[in-house]
């Protein structure tokens, strides 16, 4: 697609220069060390102290692989919330200031298709998520040597469950965006998103875990849960969930693991798949459908 | 002469309720003419050139730009439009659009590097290093000509192009459209300098609420002693209701 490639090009230098998206990074990256860094002292002050450890209850070791799990559960949230702040950011921007300030007018008198436009602004912005969200994970794995190391893999699968539910988000804002206001057009998302998607996915979720008796209930939400998008859950979260639970001393059953998300099966990465699919048309038919 | 541009009974609304913002206007226009397309504001003028940059989309009529549809990103290879009030992406710099719309005209590296400079130069915007959210209204207007010129267009419309120019921008404007019609470039100007208009056009159409009400060559449509101003002002004036053109307030000589 002729012209698709300078599109996204200088929309990912328009982003590089966007201040929203490096606060954010900053913001980011200085509570990833904090966190780390936090953690790492507490342990420090507690194994300076000979009696932290002496009633025999815990170890060091292990206070230590608590603490690295503890570190590594706060990553997996402050990531997922990073990653929606930054898609939001890039969603909002990318193609609605485009239209909002007139630049589109120029644009769109070019040799260019509407097609090769939309192609472009969504791969920028897909890129410009990845490589955000991808130097703070990088950050935060580094920072978890701080306490040995060994959970990497957690963090490589949860990474890109995040990026992918952010890659959702963000194509429901672009598209929107190119409709309406872009402010409201965050706002529709995360009523859409956050709210109805999120409580349709809960309820499914414990109705799954058996915590729901009522059929129709569950007939209801079943059907509802095949009607939106599904957020990517990989192992890690309940993997940390057991581990956490075994450290605390408890017995880990189905029951206690019931409200921990399961990880996302091959169904339901290729619904994720056909979410993207349908909403990278809706943006494309959107740019189309724009007059400016 | 070859058509370039061929425009016939277009009309196009905004909303289904609202009056017609232009009307079944027909016009054509061949290489090396200099169309001037005037009318009062709101008088559809904007509407029509963006119909025929594919901007915007006609209720009824066809428009055809080279002979195809304007919709088809092939036909405008060869358009150059600069806007009114025109903008452009803003954390970027003057040379980066250029390059960026020099890449959506398809133009290689090399062609890039020999024809933004110059281009630049031409719009007094060499040498700077500020970010377009910094620019004046008419340092935009200065790239708007500029990002329009840089595909070496075979139609150059430019709408309102020196509302913003300072008057030595609208004399090196004056003498870009003078130097492109005569190497055969079609232009077509939307501008209220009526005094302009009459300096660089050939052919106009005076347009009032979406309706052509006038069209011919120039020396048809402005009588020998008289100028495209007078005769402007009577046509407007007969085809649209009366206003008093003081506010009371201001015209009431009593204290």
């Not at chain 2, 500020?130 to 840089?150: D, E, P, V």
Request: hydrophobic content about 50%; glycine content about 10%.
């Amino acid at each position: 697609m002729n012209g698709s490639g300078a599109v996204a090009r200088y929309t990912l230098l328009e982003l590089s220069r966007r201040r929203i998206l490096l606060v954010f990074f900053i913001i980011g990256a200085i509570g990833i060390i904090a966190l780390g860094g936090g953690l790492k002292v507490l342990y420090q002050v507690a194994a300076s102290n000979p009696q932290s450890f002496a009633s025999g209850s815990v170890d060091a070791a292990t206070f230590n692989h608590f603490l690295e799990l503890l570190f590594v559960s706060y990553v997996f949230q402050a990531l997922a919330i990073f990653a929606l702040l930054i898609a939001y950011a890039i969603g909002m921007t990318a193609i609605y200031h485009d239209l909002d300030s007139g630049s589109a007018v120029s644009i769109f008198s070019k040799p260019i298709s509407r097609l090769a436009f939309a192609a472009g602004k969504i791969l920028a912005a897909i890129v410009g998520l990845i490589v955000i969200v991808g130097l703070l994970a990088l950050e935060a794995r580094a920072v978890m040597f701080l306490f040995g190391g060994g959970l990497e893999n957690a963090l490589t699968g949860q990474l890109l469950a995040v990026v992918a539910n952010a890659i959702v988000v963000m194509l429901i804002v672009l598209s929107v965006s190119t409709w309406i206001n872009n402010i409201l057009a965050a706002v529709v998302t995360f009523i859409y998103y956050n709210v109805v998607t999120g409580i349709i996915a809960t309820v499914h979720m414990l109705a799954d875990g058996g915590l729901i008796g009522n059929a129709a209930v569950r007939n209801v939400f079943d059907v509802l849960y095949w009607l939106v998008p599904h957020q990517l859950v990989s192992s890690a979260i309940r993997d940390l969930a057991k581990a956490q639970i075994e450290i605390a001393g408890g017995a880990t059953s189905n029951q206690a693991l019931a409200s921990v998300p399961a990880p996302s099966g091959a169904g339901d990465i290729a619904w994720w798949g056909f979410t993207v699919l349908a909403f990278a048309g809706l943006v494309y038919y959107a740019v189309r459908r724009r007059q400016v | 002469m070859a058509g370039v541009v061929s425009v016939q009974n277009l009309r196009k609304r905004y909303r289904r309720r609202d009056p017609w913002a232009v009307d079944g206007v027909t016009f054509d226009l061949q290489a090396g003419q200099a169309f001037g397309l005037l009318g009062p504001n709101g008088a559809g003028k904007t509407s029509v050139v963006k119909m025929i940059a594919g901007l915007l989309r006609p209720d009824t009529g066809t428009v055809s730009l080279f002979g195809s549809d304007p919709g088809n990103a092939v036909a405008r290879k060869d358009l150059g439009f600069s806007p009114e009030d025109p903008d452009f992406p803003k954390f970027l710099r003057a040379s980066e659009v250029l390059d960026y719309f020099a890449s959506l005209l398809g133009l290689d590296q090399a062609e890039r590097r020999r024809r933004i400079p110059e281009t630049l130069a031409f719009a007094g915007l060499e040498g700077e290093r500020r970010q377009i959210r910094q620019y004046s209204k008419g340092m935009k207007q200065r790239l708007g000509i500029a990002q329009a010129i840089l595909g070496r267009p075979k139609l150059l419309i430019l709408d309102e192009p020196t509302a913003d120019l300072d008057p030595m921008g609208r004399r090196d404007v004056r003498a870009l459209i003078e130097r492109l019609k005569a190497s055969g470039v079609a232009i077509l100007l939307n501008s209220h300098l009526l005094s302009e208009v009459e300096l660089v056009c050939d052919t106009v159409a005076i347009l009032a609420r979406g309706r052509v009400l006038k069209e011919g060559a120039m020396a048809e449509v402005v009588p020998e002693g008289s100028n495209l101003e007078d005769v402007f002002v009577r046509l407007v004036e007969a085809n649209q209701p009366q206003r008093d053109h003081l506010p009371s307030f201001i015209s009431d000589t009593t204290p």
